[in-house]
């Protein structure tokens, strides 16, 4: 129980790894709070806490509006009365396309959503945080920008590149004000992103085994831990790290 008597913000709380971690430290004595653009999708993950014996609400919050984004905090800090820890999980998948033929809004939605969206939750969230005793922040980059990259991918990277390097400049900014903030960045995992159209489950098993070093690809939960971890009291040394969970892709 990590997390007993903490109030957790989780973006992008409604579906995958947001849900999953949601539903981690909610078992782990949190109180949280699941933001996002689609309300059925977060009341569903509030339903999933609550049916396990967990403490937790949502709010509907764009990321990438700063206005949203400073309500999501404030509700937050009004249903649970404080904010300790927070999960800017908040993202969206580039399409694929050779930079050539990087279709121009697609490129501003994912520098929006995935670069400035992480940057506007972390303004208020910090804000909050550092007038009240300090806290945690983790932050989804990913193994496609600063560690690899693939063909096509250039759109996606970038913005999940700015992620980690934005991770690391608001890590040296304010560990002073006592506000802890690293990264993590997965490979692949069970999240509905890295399914293909019409994949099966183990089509997409069979296709992770040849492509990853490993021999599978990862699940939520294990990326779920990782973010518990440098969230918790454990990692207290542990500052401006951007963690890679990929089994191996970028070794």
């Known amino acids: 129980m990590r997390f007993s ?3 957790v913000l989780v973006t992008g709380g409604g579906t995958g790894l947001g849900r999953a971690t949601a539903l981690a430290f909610a078992r782990e004595g949190a109180s949280v709070m699941v933001a996002g653009r689609t309300e059925e999708a977060l009341k569903e993950t509030v339903r999933v806490i609550e ?3 967990g403490t937790a609400a949502h709010t509907v919050a764009d990321v990438s509006d700063s206005a949203s984004a400073a309500r999501m905090v404030a509700e937050t800090v009004a249903r649970f009365g404080g904010l300790h820890v927070a999960f ?9 396309a050779p930079v050539a033929d990087l279709d121009e809004d697609a490129w501003r939605t994912g520098l929006e959503i995935n ?4 940057f ?5 969230e910090i804000a909050h945080m550092r007038a009240h005793g300090g806290g945690a922040i983790v932050n989804m980059a990913s193994n496609i920008g600063v560690h690899g990259r693939r063909p096509n991918l250039a759109g996606y990277a970038v913005a999940k590149a700015a992620v980690s390097t ?7 900014d304010h560990i002073g004000d006592g506000v802890r903030i690293n990264a ?8 509905p992103m890295s399914f293909r159209p019409g994949e099966t489950r183990e089509q997409w098993a069979a296709r992770q085994a040849q492509d990853i070093p490993l021999g599978r690809g990862g ?14 009291d454990e990692a207290g040394f542990v500052v401006g790290h951007d963690m890679v969970i990929d089994g191996g892709v970028t070794a």
């Open 5 to 7: 008597d903490r109030v």
């Open 51 to 53: 049916a396990e014996g």
């Open 88 to 96: 800017n999980n908040a993202g969206v998948f580039v399409p694929p």
């Open 115 to 118: 670069a400035t969206g992480t």
């Open 120 to 124: 506007l939750s972390m303004k208020h």
């Open 166 to 172: 934005l991770t690391r400049a608001a890590a040296r």
């Open 184 to 191: 993590v960045s997965p490979g692949v995992s069970d999240g």
């Open 219 to 232: 699940e939520a939960d294990e990326i779920a831990a990782a973010v518990l971890w440098l969230a918790s």
